[in-house]
């Protein structure tokens, strides 16, 4: 009777946990397909003076000094970060 008992409740844990991960893996494949959406292939237009006419004068120096013209605009960046960071001064650093 135990030994059952016992056997009902394992399988039914291994169902539980197969579900789980199934679940898991329809999670990441929605994930994964959310990120490549929102990859987009570059655009043509190109970095001008042009481009920022419209900016206070301060900006314009800026970015003509930090972009060299002809630069392609990027539409969307994948950026990975490393490192660590804290919210306030006088708390420790938390890695992220």
Excluded: C
């Excluded at 655009?43 to 930090?66: C, G, K, M, N, W």
């Excluded at 392609?72 to 420790?92: E, F, K, W, Y």
Aim: aromatic share 8%; glycine share 2%.
């Amino acid at each position: 009777m135990l030994t059952e008992l016992l056997l009902i409740v394992g399988a039914i844990v291994a169902i539980v946990f197969i579900a789980l991960l199934i679940t898991h893996a329809q999670e990441n494949a929605k994930i994964a397909q959310a990120w490549k959406a929102l990859q987009t292939e570059s655009s043509s237009e190109r970095f001008s003076q042009e481009t920022i006419a419209d900016q206070p004068e301060p900006v314009q120096r800026y970015f003509l000094h930090a972009i060299a013209p002809r630069t392609p605009i990027a539409s969307s960046v994948d950026i990975t970060m490393q490192g660590t960071i804290r919210l306030a001064p006088n708390q420790d650093w938390m890695p992220f």
